[in-house]
């Protein structure tokens, strides 16, 4: 599990960017909060929320919803604070600092339920631990709800060229496709956990999962 300080040391002058620099290759964010279900009143968290340039983009779709995010840098967390309170979202989008492995409904948000949806963008290929990241989401979901992910696929769909320097330049970041993470949610689909179904987004630039929980 990769440390609060290592975190903030990756973020700590790139959050200031991040959001204008990110636009153009964390594909598929927008698709996935169009396409996530929703009912009047739910609680969305995001997983890894960074700048919660996704809650923000959420909570002004739907009004009715109340959003969620955490994030294990205290860094990113800063700027996400500060931009929710620029925004005048502060009602709407509870942030807190929390490990996605050790995400607790109650003890994390202080909800006596579970959460209705949740969501992973781009944060799953950076958290070595992510299986156990995926136990606690499903665990702080209510039944028959859904968790998402949108992240970096195997480019299979581009040309080869581009996908070389893709991968070695998110190597630098310690971003990595994780094909066994997919290989899992497979395997909990055909254990009956839950409903897995997979989409690409720009030629398996990304992908787009939808988990929905028996
Ligand atoms: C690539 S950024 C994506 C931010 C945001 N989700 C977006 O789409 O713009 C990944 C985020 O995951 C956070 N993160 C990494 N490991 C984490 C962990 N174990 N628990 C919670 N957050 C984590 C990082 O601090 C960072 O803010």
Redesign the pocket.
Known sequence: ??TTEE?NEM?RWTRYVYDLT?KYY?LG?DRLLREMELRPGDRVL??????A??LIRLARQRPDVQCYG????TE?LATAAAKVKNRGLESRIVLRH????QLDHKATFGLDEPFDAAFF???LS??PTWSQ?LDAALANLKPRAAFYVVDFWDQAGLPRWFRVILQRWLDLFHVHHRPELLDHLRELDARGVGKLTLESVAGRYAYLATFRKS
């Open positions: 599990m990769a975190m973020y990110r964390l964010r995001e997983i890894g929320c960074g700048t340039r996704n955490l994030d294990v840098s990113m929390c490990f996605a492995e963008s781009y944060s950076m958290i990241a």
